[in-house]
């Protein structure tokens, strides 16, 4: 059975984005129950409050707002302090929605399209997941990104149709029977359901043009539906017994880092109902047993999005939004946020530990940890405050114990306590050492670990 | 079997001088006399063993697959130019995105800028390559190493879904405990284990060569690949730490077990990769340019390993299909280009061949958007040494009454082609029949002759390339599509 401290660390990595001490010392006050209660219970931060720039700022700024939103949230000056707006359980489950209903930048996405989009995915807590889906399926980013604008009664496009059911409601085979969910067949007849939206160059809105759409009888998902449009669709969706497993499984998934059984997903179901209710959902997995078990605890890998985010509230680094060079080191280690690979979003697991995105991630731990340094370790700008907080209050021998406790990396092994010990103590200690060990702790495997 | 390998030696610390300063002096030595002597490859290999011990001896075959990723509209790569009833039934399906002019002059050069549907490059009088790939159609006509084979794909679940059609060719397999190892991933467990490069990724982690015992490196670039360290106190110590948080026999639990061995191996890759020195990148970083071309690099610097993967996406063209593919095949043929620049006239040239595939085709008819929808059968090019050029397999028919759902049906399974690598790669088709495992119904899968020699030979008994009759093409199977739960699930 893990510690309370181990637990309540837990939390903050699969709910939020890590803990500071300060978050572990008030976890471990108030209990697992009361904290998860919390975070549930934290104020949405609306979009016009979440200081997102203008559309005409570009990608990279609005990349960098978000991971600031992430680590320290709306008012944040990059001090590490917790700001009383702070949503981080807003915040992790709107980059679960960017993996999961899944827009980029690419071709004619542009920006604001994906602004859009991030806006209803910021609002997802207060709504339903199927009005979410009802919503973005005809919205600027997902109408162009799949190429639903050129899906025409005389020509259908499947792209927007088949995603629809593969990725983003129904799976390709059911979670707990392994039945195909649908076939060709349906792709092409929801495709003719949703056809008929068009993309308005002018002022970049969608709109529905009736004289594009096929009107005519359809039969998809196992029943004739008649002269079907979106509505009909959708209706048919949350109606499938895959609507109750699929994304539930999915969300499982991101928070226990386990597979859903059978057993769990027939449980689960009720939570999710006909509309998809997230934020009961989501409450229903984390209150399971299995979630504060040993069997979850480091179970998982950090994307390179949640290593960034852990180090920064690690460190109170603040340069998310104003680095100039963090979207260049976020793309080296293939995690831009805003730039997904493909519609299944981003790679997941083990393939983060991949030897080239461990080397990327040395460079972005070193760019963060070091700052304010020079080549010979005079201080030449401002020092991260932990690299001062670690400075002041350790010694060398105390050194290694004290930044894992501040990282919440518990429990440790050996093998890393001796060789974060080793460099504490290798020479003189001064802020750049500190500075150094814990960049040296962002490289261990504990870290990487979530 | 491929000749045996030793496995890299790694050097020793001495004492007073830390195991990574002495790694710097020593490649730094070597990459400055290689360059000296302008990257003769007898050089580089001669460096390769200086440095870090193991080379692959001549004369071992090495397999680049590149992976058109999006789904490849081979139609309109391998065009039906001059095929009786296949071009007009292709003309008259995508009257808006069909190419209809063909040149004979050659050499073939590349388009005219702005042109994106350039004439087409005669293959054989029937069949042509689309204009931007002059290389390709160049090599045919004049190397005689570049091998189509038709048709390819799967007729067991019919899959149109991208990340499925992925999943079961990484995996060469549709369900059970292949799914868990990749196709390539398991002829390394059984042909290269205990190499330190010996599978590379060139596009990130890649499934094709997930293995029981042969792990995998991702490479992007030469250039940096290693830990970095700045502006840190005592640097060599600081490198040699990290590298100490590495335990390739961590038992450590679930993801810090994971990440304490994959620092290891991260740590180890770089000490062998210091010494390789680069050739020409002819591309920016990520381009299928830079990724041959670092392949390449590895390649003559005699790094023992059989097996990369490189990637080229964007194949999803469901719109503006010309300018798309035009593009992207415009890099492909680029990346071509320069791979075998770096390669024809060495030693290793006849042992390097490049397989270059796609998840699926796309449907014959054309949609609204001057694009294609997702389709099923595709095609296969090898490209290289030891390639026996010409036409393989059997073009799928275009007739609507053949087609399913628009889509081209299969006549050659893809897991024909990889035993036609592996044969090559492994030289016994008895390993290649281990590490592939059999067809659904338990026959081993045939060599499609590609290449010349004498792997294609003693083939286990019954097997036999899918549908190379022309008639029996197998029944889809759905009934498989209840063993691809545990996949969808890992994938989440």
């Known amino acids: ?450 | 079997m491929p000749p045996s390998m030793r496995p890299p030696t790694r050097p020793s610390t001495g004492a007073g001088l830390t195991r990574r300063s002495f790694l710097r002096g020593v490649g730094g030595v070597l990459a400055a006399g290689a360059a000296a002597r302008c990257l003769d490859p007898f050089v580089l290999g001669a460096a390769a063993e200086e440095s870090f011990g193991a080379t692959l001896p001549v004369g071992t075959p090495v397999l680049v697959l590149v992976e058109l990723t999006g789904g490849c509209d081979i139609l309109n790569t391998v065009v039906p130019f001059g095929v009786p009833t296949t071009t007009g039934l292709y003309r008259s399906a995508r009257p808006g995105i069909g190419l209809t002019q063909l040149t004979t002059t050659r050499p073939y050069g590349l388009p005219t800028p702005g042109d994106y549907s350039p004439p087409c490059l005669d293959l054989d009088g029937q069949w042509a390559l689309h204009g931007a790939l002059p290389f390709l159609a160049n090599r045919w006509h004049d190397v005689g190493d570049v091998a189509l084979v038709q048709g390819t794909g799967e007729n067991v679940v019919r899959d149109m879904s991208h990340f499925a059609a992925w999943a079961f060719r990484w995996a060469g397999a549709f369900g059970g405990t292949l799914m868990s190892t990749g196709w390539l991933g398991r002829y390394n467990d059984l042909a290269n284990t205990g190499q330190a490069l010996g599978a590379v990724s060139l596009t990130g982690a890649h499934q094709a060569l997930a293995s029981q015992h042969a792990p995998s490196v991702a490479i992007a670039d030469l250039d940096g690949f290693g830990f970095q360290a700045q502006n840190v106190p005592d640097r060599d110590r600081f490198l040699d730490d990290v590298g100490a948080f590495g335990d390739p026999a961590s038992t450590a639990v679930h993801k810090v077990g994971v990440a304490s061995r994959a620092l290891a191996l991260a740590d180890q890759a770089a000490t062998v990769a210091a010494g390789v020195p680069r050739l020409a990148a002819g591309g920016s970083s990520g381009s299928l340019p830079h990724q041959l071309s670092t392949a390449a690099s590895l390649i003559q610097a005699g790094i023992p390993c059989q097996t990369y993967v490189a990637s080229l996406g964007g194949f999803d063209t469901h719109g503006s299909e010309p300018y798309n593919l035009w593009e992207r095949l415009t890099e492909l043929n680029a990346g071509l280009a320069h791979f075998f620049s770096l390669l024809d006239g060495t030693p290793r040239a006849a042992d390097v061949f490049v397989l270059i595939h796609s998840e699926f085709g796309r449907q014959v008819g054309q949609n609204a958007g001057q694009g294609t929808d997702h389709g099923q059968a595709s095609g296969t090019i090898f490209v290289g040494g030891g390639v026996r050029g010409g036409r393989y397999g059997e073009a799928p028919s275009l007739a609507v009454a053949d087609r399913d759902s628009d889509a081209m049906v299969a006549t050659v399974d893809f897991r024909s082609v990889y035993a036609t690598a592996l044969n090559r790669l492994g030289g016994d088709p008895n390993l290649t029949d281990e590490a592939q495992g059999r067809d659904e119904s338990g026959q081993p899968f045939a060599d499609l002759g590609v290449f010349a020699g004498p792997p294609a030979a003693g083939l286990p008994e019954g097997a036999q390339a899918r549908g190379a009759d022309g008639v029996s093409i197998p029944p889809a199977r759905p009934d498989v599509a209840g063993d691809l739960r545990p996949y969808v699930v890992a994938q989440v």
Not at chain 1, 239 to 263: F, I
Request: hydrophobic share 40%.
């Open chain 1, 1 to 450: 059975m893990a510690s309370l401290e181990a637990q309540v660390a837990h939390i903050w990595r699969r709910l939020g984005f890590g803990p500071t001490r300060k978050d572990i010392n008030a976890g471990k006050g108030m209990g697992t129950a009361a904290l998860v209660d919390s975070l549930f219970r934290r104020p949405r931060v609306d979009f016009a409050a979440a200081g997102f720039p203008p559309a005409s700022a570009g990608e990279d700024a609005h990349a960098g707002r978000q991971l600031e939103l992430m680590a320290f949230g709306p008012t944040a000056t990059g001090s590490g302090t917790l700001s009383p707006a702070y949503n981080p359980f807003q915040e992790r489950v709107t980059w679960i929605l960017q993996g999961l209903v899944v827009v980029g930048i690419a071709d004619s996405v542009y920006v604001a399209d994906l602004r859009d989009h991030v806006k209803h995915l910021r609002g997802a807590l207060g709504a339903t997941y199927r009005s979410l889906l009802r919503t973005v399926v005809t919205r600027p980013g997902m109408v162009k990104y799949l190429t639903a604008d050129r899906n025409t009664k005389d020509h259908p496009n499947q792209n927007l149709g088949r995603e629809l059911l593969e990725l983003f409601s129904l799976g390709r085979v059911d979670p707990k029977t392994g039945a195909a969910n649908y076939t060709q067949q349906d792709v092409i007849e929801v495709s003719r359901a949703l056809s008929g939206w068009r993309y308005d160059w002018g002022d970049g809105s969608t709109w529905f043009d009736p004289s594009q759409w096929d009107g005519g009888n359809k039969t998809f998902l196992g029943a004739p539906r008649g002269a079907a449009g979106l509505d009909e669709v959708m209706a048919a969706i949350v109606a499938h017994p895959s609507w109750r497993r699929h994304v539930p499984a999915r969300l499982y998934k991101e928070l226990t880092g386990l597979d859903a059984t059978p057993a769990v997903l027939d449980a689960l179901a009720p939570s999710w109902g006909a509309d998809g209710n997230l934020k009961r959902l989501l409450k229903a997995i984390v209150k399971r047993p299995e979630f504060l078990s040993d069997q979850c605890l480091l179970n998982k890998t950090k994307t390179p999005v949640e290593r960034v985010v852990a180090a920064a509230r690690l460190l109170g680094w603040p340069g998310l939004a104003t680095d100039v060079n963090l979207p260049w080191l976020m793309t080296r280690m293939a995690q831009d946020p805003w730039s997904p690979p493909n519609v299944s979003g981003w790679p997941k697991g083990d393939q983060w530990l991949n030897t080239t995105n461990l080397h990327s991630w040395s460079d972005v731990a070193n760019l963060m940890a070091l700052r304010g340094f020079r080549w010979d370790g005079a201080a030449t700008g401002p020092v991260n405050p932990m690299v001062t907080k670690v400075h002041t209050r350790a010694t060398p021998a105390t050194a290694a114990a004290f930044v894992c406790k501040q990282a919440g990396l518990t429990p440790v092994s050996p093998r890393t306590l001796d060789t974060l010990h080793d460099y504490a103590t290798a020479g003189s200690w001064t802020p750049a050492r500190a500075a150094g060990l814990l960049n040296l702790v962002l490289l261990s495997p504990e870290f990487l670990a979530n």
